[in-house]
């Protein structure tokens, strides 16, 4: 089994920081692409950003020079720093990952989502 545990959210004025974590544990051959997506109320997820194993990043355009995502490989973990945060950004963040569980089989992973909830 796989787990992808978030951390990190919460509530925050329009301008600030947060930092969003997501380690993921169990039985992982190898981890693939990590990412973040988002879902606001009414609306479909939506990806934030991505980042490969190599370190190639892909971007929303709405979050694009705000959002920076980063990866420890060692810790399996993915992190996204958010800054200059807008009431927009709100909504429910999910970890994903896709994750090699042996040679030949790569599954799909959600997080359990944290709430980001920025105040005007």
């Known amino acids: 089994q796989v787990q992808l545990v978030e951390s990190g959210g919460g509530l925050v004025q329009a301008g600030g920081s947060l930092r969003l974590s997501c380690a993921a544990s169990g039985s992982i051959f190898s981890i693939a692409t990590m990412g973040w997506y988002r879902q606001a109320p009414g609306k479909q997820r939506e990806l934030v950003a991505a980042i490969t194993s190599g370190g190639s990043t892909n971007y929303a355009d709405s979050v694009k020079g705000r959002f920076t995502i980063s990866r420890d490989n060692a810790k399996n973990t993915v992190y996204l720093q958010m800054n200059r945060l807008k009431p927009e950004d709100t909504a429910v963040y999910y970890c994903?990952?896709?994750?090699?569980?042996?040679?030949?089989?790569?599954?799909?992973?959600w997080g359990q989502g944290t709430q980001v909830t920025v105040s005007s």
């Open positions: 994903n990952a896709r994750i090699w569980v042996v040679a030949g089989i790569l599954n799909n992973y």
